[in-house]
Nanobody
Framework: QVQLVESGGGLVQAGGSLRLSCAASGSIFSINAMGWYRQAPGKQRELVARITSAGSTNYADSVKGRFTISRDNAKNTVYLQMNSLEPEDTAVYYC???????????WGQGTQVTVSS
């Protein structure tokens, strides 16, 4: 079993920054991808950014140039640095780990990010 614990959400003014962290623990295979998804009220969950264990990244178009995803494989931790935040970034942010060996997803409990205008 794999557990994901997120931290770093909160309330920030537009133009501000936040850094999210997600630590994975449990039975983790080395070949995986970790990422962040978000869900705003009334909307579907969407991918924000993702990084593989080899370091390949991909981002939603709406966050390119503003958000940066990184990971520390030794700590099984993924980070999301969010700059130039906009009210449209307000959502619950969920950490995700995709296990390429078990072929399944794991999810964190979610952390609220609120950007005021």
């Amino acid at each position: 079993q794999v557990q994901l614990v997120e931290s770093g959400g909160g309330l920030v003014q537009a133009g501000g920054s936040l850094r999210l962290s997600c630590a994975a623990s449990g039975s983790i295979f080395s070949i995986n991808a970790m990422g962040w998804y978000r869900q705003a009220p009334g909307k579907q969950r969407e991918l924000v950014a993702r990084i593989t264990s080899a370091g390949s990244t991909n981002y939603a178009d709406s966050v390119k140039g503003r958000f940066t995803i990184s990971r520390d494989n030794a700590k099984n931790t993924v980070y999301l640095q969010m700059n130039s935040l906009e009210p449209e970034d307000t959502a619950v942010y969920y950490c995700n780990l995709y296990d390429y060996t078990r072929l399944r997803d794991y999810w964190g409990q979610g952390t609220q990010v609120t950007v005021s205008s």
